[in-house]
DNA sequence: GCTATTGACATACGACTTGTATGTAAATAG
DNA sequence: CTATTTACATACAAGTCGTATGTCAATAGC
């Protein structure tokens, strides 16, 4: 078992590449981090690298998949344990709210990744997080519970209000303090969209 | 009156590296504009752009600083056509919405403004929009039209939720006709901060 | 009105970076 | 056991940014 396959060397090439940028990324950005420095760190060459992904902007795609399925994997666990959906919704808007308050989060995907990939809506992961917003809204559009809103138009905002109040949270001088006001503001948004 | 004195040469060449900036990083994007070329566009050199913007990210600042003036300008005289401070609201985050479908307000301030500048409640210019929204939402809640709700808080995710409305309507496949859908969704939304 | 100095740029230079083209040694195929 | 493909490393070329230096016109001082 010593001897390794070769699909077996490039994975571990491909993990090793992938935490070794993803930890550069969160701390100097994309624009700053160096792909020689990033690979020496494992001791690998750009080679590996442009073997593997591409170019940089793959390698950068790659990191935002992983964290973004992290994402969604959380807040779905979260969403999960609550009793209605209107509840998981709420949940899932505040788990988005608390995740993003994380560095490599902010830096990585809300702050790099729009400037390297474009839009969030067209990456190949096409953001997770929407993806779980939009479902639950769909439901409760459906079930009578929503006012008649267009679905995409209210995932949307409902995502992109949790987004920016996270963003704001986790600069902002006293964010213990400020996450459950920014919370209870998204619920009471939130509440907007409820029939009367 | 040919004869120019050296503080109107310079406001002309600085306006100049501005206007040929703004093309530059609307088309382009910040990172794939190049300084050379840039300049070269207007007649001059890098040489000029270091001098009168001290580096890329200056000249860049600058150009963000003229956008973000002009919404809040175009915002507030919007707003000023409402009869109460809550439909003035509600008119500015619809501005704010159509105003992010411009290509130039899209790349440059939505996209690579963060990733360049970092979060925008700490730019120089410090995002007029918001305050305007501030300004609205803390005059509503001190006539206790609102609920009590962090004014903040409230400001930062309606703001957020115009903005993301904004970049899906930009970006999706009929603009036209979402946008009424994105800003009726936007009114909803609003709606949870009144009292009953 | 003449010189001295400052200011507004242009030019030249060095240090990095990214992407590609080529080389190489090991693993697999036949 | 040879041939070929794979997974990288190394070498190279092009382009970019920031700075250091040069230059010429505009102002200041006498």
């Known amino acids: 078992m010593a001897r390794r396959t070769r699909a077996e060397m490039m994975d571990d090439t491909r ?13 100097k950005g994309f624009a700053d981090t160096s792909m020689d420095d990033l690979t020496a760190a ?4 750009r080679g590996a690298l442009y073997h593997n992904f591409g ?14 399925a992290e994402m969604a994997s959380r807040a779905r666990a979260l969403a999960e344990a609550e009793d209605t959906v209107w509840s998981a919704l709420l949940a899932e808007g505040c788990a ?29 992961s096409q953001n997770r997080c929407l993806d779980a917003t939009r479902a639950a809204v769909a439901e409760l559009r459906a079930a009578g519970i929503l006012k008649p809103v ?29 996450l459950p006001k920014a919370q209870d503001a998204f619920r009471m948004l939130a509440g907007g969209l409820l029939v009367d």
Request: glycine share 6%.
């Open 42 to 45: 494992v001791g690998l060459t």
């Open 150 to 178: 267009d679905v995409e138009a209210a995932s949307r905002l409902l995502n992109g209000a949790a987004l920016n109040a996270a963003l704001w949270v986790a600069t902002c001088d006293d964010p213990a303090t400020m």
């Open 15 to 27: 993990r090793k590449l992938i935490a070794s940028a993803r930890a550069a990324f969160a701390e």
């Open 55 to 68: 170019d940089k902007k793959g390698l950068f795609a790659a990191v935002v998949e992983q964290i973004d």
């Open 96 to 124: 988005y709210i608390e995740m993003a308050l994380d560095p490599e989060v902010q830096r990585i995907v809300l702050r790099d990744g729009p400037a390297v990939l474009g839009d969030p809506a067209h990456w190949p």
